[in-house]
């Protein structure tokens, strides 16, 4: 059985997630979420106290790290050595652990092969940094969804209000901007735009505009190289 994979990269806060979920769900796909594989490896390497700046003690840590992603309901959970730590990951400490621990290449290839492997079992709905460059270069739909950091800025508030952890617009904004910024520069598998991907500017959209034009966007796409989507 041919499996499609559908590829979303971008920046943090562009609503990938959200998007790339809808998306799934649409086309009856898998979706995975690869920053939570790189959100547990942090959350590792800070429970056994290592610098995550520190590649050399990173990567000597990663031999003993068991990570994985396990669906339940249809929900992605992140594994850590049995337990589930799908909450645990979403602290803004988590996030900034996830950011540095990814921008070691040792961290990189020790995840790979696990996100290369769900891909091959079943179609999927990929979303990360590198997906459409390193991960998955030769996904049939490649999309690269971005916003305006101000944007994602208001978003990421919206969102923290929400989970009763508000944090001021500017602190929320510096850390985008901060993260950003290590996510483009780093040597490893930087962000940017596979050549082939269809560039998606969500600056100023609702939830719904955002879906309705990725969902069409990748229909297109899938149309254009003669798949059929189940409808
Ligand atoms: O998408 P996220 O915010 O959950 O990702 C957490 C961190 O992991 C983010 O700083 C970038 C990194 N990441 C990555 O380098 N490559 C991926 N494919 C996914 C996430």
Avoid at 140 to 169: C, N, W
């Amino acid at each position: 059985m041919q499996t499609i994979a559908v590829a979303i990269d971008g920046p943090s806060g562009a609503g990938k997630s959200t998007l790339a979920r809808a998306v799934a769900q649409e086309f009856g796909f898998l979706y995975v979420d690869t920053g939570a594989l790189y959100r547990t490896v942090g959350l590792f390497v800070r429970r056994c106290g290592a610098d995550p700046d520190d590649a050399a003690a990173v990567e000597a840590l990663l031999p003993r790290a068991r990570v994985s992603l396990a669906y339940r309901d249809g929900e992605q959970r992140a594994i850590l050595d049995g337990e589930d730590v799908s909450a645990a990951i979403r602290t803004p400490e988590a996030s900034r652990y996830a950011s540095k621990v990814s921008a070691h290449s040792a961290v990189r290839a020790f995840l790979l092969e696990t996100q290369r492997r769900l891909a091959r079992e079943q179609s999927v709905v990929m979303d990360g940094r590198d997906i459409g460059t390193v991960v998955l270069p030769d996904a049939q739909v490649k999309i690269f969804l971005h916003a305006s950091a101000e944007d994602r800025a208001r978003r990421r508030m919206l969102e923290l209000d929400g989970r009763g952890t508000p944090q001021p617009y500017e602190e929320v904004l510096a850390d985008i901007r901060e993260r950003d910024a290590r996510d483009e520069s780093r040597a490893a598998a930087p962000l940017r735009r596979a050549p082939d991907a269809v560039d998606l500017d969500t600056t100023g959209n609702t939830l719904e505009q955002s879906k309705k034009l990725l969902i069409e966007t990748v229909k297109e796409r899938m149309g254009a190289c003669g798949i059929e989507s189940h409808e």
